[in-house]
């Protein structure tokens, strides 16, 4: 039973996992692009393809070093089935290194839960979002994240407030600096930044998108709501880790509503907090069964998607 065999963290998990992966990365590639398979592509494709490996093992490191799930795999298991069901997220270069951006800010918002070095912790948050923000602009909605961080871990110091702009700034100063040294006219790249707020949802509205981000939102959905009823029995220390998994989530849905371009790509900043609140309903869950049959939805919707 494929419940049973994620219910323990091993080493074998990430070889099937990252399978997986590979096997649905390069079906991608193959029958959804145009590439030109020479030499090049192919090095560019496989730093890509290390870029989703990487971003699994930052996701597993940040979850299980922060105690947001117990000690298993259902977590990696959910975002790689998450990223197969919507393949797009393999296409779009830019939201692929963003959310991996993203993933290293989220490590660090959450572990200022140890109120230790919470200056370097917020910077370096606020500078993966800067640097996620130059790829994808609606990442930069993920900066409420660090305040409601600071908010919630009631960290007082006014300085630690301000860390954040410090960031920003950074971001800001060494972008200029590249862009003054290979001599790109500086007007003419801001005004190309992409800042529009869209409600036009017709690119998504193909066959294997709708099933897909249909079946993303049921689990959504109905997980969630057992997740903020389990954040109630957590220790108060870890209460506000949960609640930034909850808003992370929330913040990826906003970015999936008002992203002026919707190719589905979009929906990788929700796999993440997603797995997470995935993972922790069926920690609580008793029966094997519906286990299964979550798990075997995943697995066979991309299946389905290959039919229509």
Same mark, same amino acid.
């Given at each position: 039973?494929?419940?049973?065999?994620?219910?323990?963290?091993?080493?074998?998990?990430?070889?099937?996992?990252?399978?997986?992966?590979?096997?649905?990365?390069?079906?991608?590639?193959?029958?959804?692009?145009?590439?030109?398979?020479d030499t090049l592509n192919i090095l560019k494709q496989i730093l890509l393809f290390g870029v989703c490996i990487f971003s699994i093992f930052v996701f597993d490191?940040?979850?299980?070093?922060?105690?947001?799930?117990?000690?298993?795999?259902?977590?990696?298991?959910?975002?790689?089935?998450?990223?197969?069901?919507?393949?797009?997220?393999?296409?779009?270069?830019?939201?692929?290194?963003?959310? =991996?951006? &993203? @993933? !290293? /800010?989220?490590?660090?918002? %959450?572990? *200022?839960?140890?109120?230790?070095?919470i200056n370097k912790k917020v910077f370096d948050a606020a500078f993966w979002i800067s640097l996620a923000t130059l790829l994808s602009f609606w990442a930069s909605?993920?900066?409420?994240?660090?305040?409601?961080?600071?908010?919630?871990?009631?960290?007082?110091?006014?300085?630690?407030?301000?860390?954040?702009?410090?960031?920003?700034?950074?971001?800001?100063?060494?972008?200029?600096?590249?862009?003054?040294?290979?001599?790109?006219?500086?007007?003419?790249?801001?005004?190309?930044?992409?800042?529009?707020?869209?409600?036009?949802?017709?690119?998504?509205?193909?066959?294997?998108?709708?099933?897909?981000?249909?079946?993303?939102?049921?689990?959504?959905?109905?997980?969630?709501?057992?997740?903020?009823?389990?954040?109630?029995?957590?220790?108060?220390?870890?209460?506000?880790?949960? =609640?930034? &998994? @909850? !808003? /992370?989530?929330?913040?990826? %849905?906003? *970015?999936?509503?008002?992203?002026?371009?919707?190719?589905?790509?979009?929906?990788?900043?929700?796999?993440?907090?997603?797995?997470?609140?995935?993972?922790?309903?069926?920690?609580?869950?008793?029966?094997?069964?519906?286990?299964?049959?979550?798990?075997?939805?995943?697995?066979?919707?991309?299946?389905?998607?290959?039919?229509?």
């Amino acid at each position: 039973m494929i419940s049973s065999f994620f219910s323990k963290a091993k080493p074998i998990h990430f070889v099937v996992v990252s399978s997986l992966l590979m096997i649905a990365f390069i079906l991608t590639k193959v029958y959804k692009t145009n590439l030109n398979f020479d030499t090049l592509n192919i090095l560019k494709q496989i730093l890509l393809f290390g870029v989703c490996i990487f971003s699994i093992f930052v996701f597993d490191f940040l979850s299980g070093k922060n105690d947001l799930t117990k000690s298993n795999s259902y977590k990696i298991l959910f975002f790689s089935l998450f990223m197969i069901m919507m393949p797009q997220t393999f296409i779009n270069t830019k939201v692929l290194v963003a959310n =991996l951006f &993203i @993933l !290293f /800010a989220l490590r660090r918002i %959450i572990s *200022i839960r140890t109120m230790k070095q919470i200056n370097k912790k917020v910077f370096d948050a606020a500078f993966w979002i800067s640097l996620a923000t130059l790829l994808s602009f609606w990442a930069s909605l993920f900066y409420i994240l660090i305040f409601a961080a600071l908010l919630l871990y009631t960290v007082a110091d006014i300085k630690n407030w301000i860390i954040p702009f410090i960031g920003v700034l950074t971001v800001v100063v060494i972008s200029l600096s590249i862009l003054i040294i290979i001599n790109t006219d500086i007007v003419s790249y801001i005004s190309n930044i992409n800042t529009d707020i869209s409600f036009d949802f017709s690119m998504l509205n193909t066959p294997q998108i709708i099933v897909s981000s249909t079946v993303i939102f049921s689990y959504f959905v109905w997980a969630v709501f057992f997740y903020v009823i389990n954040i109630k029995s957590k220790s108060k220390n870890y209460k506000p880790s949960y =609640l930034l &998994i @909850l !808003f /992370a989530a929330l913040i990826a %849905i906003a *970015i999936i509503i008002i992203s002026p371009q919707k190719t589905g790509a979009e929906f990788l900043f929700l796999f993440a907090p997603l797995s997470i609140i995935m993972a922790n309903y069926l920690e609580i869950i008793s029966e094997k069964w519906f286990k299964e049959i979550l798990i075997w939805i995943l697995i066979l919707v991309p299946i389905i998607n290959l039919m229509l």
